[in-house]
């Protein structure tokens, strides 16, 4: 069966914030606890489900080393929603979100959603406030989830709250919108790329 439609996300933040961990809690409930670095662009699907619509979610997980960002750029120009992570125990990677949005702002289309995700908040040193994460994310105008990626906190909820602003931005004038009914579904992936095809 085709997907009904196909939402293309990414993932960006500085190297070691946890966006793959993230991914693949999200994806496949599990959890990726090695050190290895994302090398360029990986890729990982969810299908979901919306009042009888098959969704697809694509999600574009990149690294977040400088010199993979011409790699990254490309990906930028047809998003349909980012999640801009930082890791909660490193201020400095919080002070880059700042640069990462730039990013999204010179690379990306305009009408992009975007979520802001602090992640490692089950972590024992915090060093980026809950306060510091929700003033960014209300001077962008944009959702604020606290994560973490070892217990499954909030991890379905930030993505899910990008899928659901993507497809409330993508509806038709005179298809009705029912938010509580998204939900996630444990079901093979989507075997057509029909659905996928960028317009």
């Not at 969704?55 to 990254?72: H, S, Y």
């Not at 980026?128 to 499954?152: C, K």
Request: aromatic content about 10%.
């Amino acid at each position: 069966m085709a997907c009904d439609l196909c939402i293309k996300s990414m993932m960006i933040g500085d190297s070691g914030v946890g966006k793959t961990a993230l991914v693949v809690k999200f994806v496949e409930d599990g959890f990726k606890n090695d050190k290895t670095t994302t090398i360029g662009v990986d890729y990982k699907d969810k299908i979901l489900w919306m009042r009888g619509k098959k969704v697809k979610l694509q999600i574009w997980d990149t690294a977040g080393q400088e010199r993979f960002q011409t790699i990254t750029q490309q990906y930028y120009r047809s998003a349909m929603g980012i999640l801009m992570v930082y890791d909660m125990t490193d201020e400095a990677s919080f002070r880059n979100i700042v640069r990462w949005n730039e990013q999204i702002s010179k690379h990306g289309d305009k009408d992009v959603q975007r979520v802001l995700v602090g992640n490692k908040a089950d972590a024992e040193k915090i060093v980026v406030t809950r306060e510091q994460g929700q003033a960014l994310a209300e001077e962008y105008g944009i959702p604020f989830f606290e994560t973490s990626a070892w217990f499954g906190d909030n991890v379905n909820e930030a993505f899910l709250k990008l899928a659901e602003m993507v497809i409330k931005q993508r509806r038709r004038e005179d298809e009705p919108y029912y938010p509580d009914t998204l939900r996630l579904r444990k079901d093979e992936p989507c075997k057509s790329r029909a659905c996928c095809v960028r317009e």
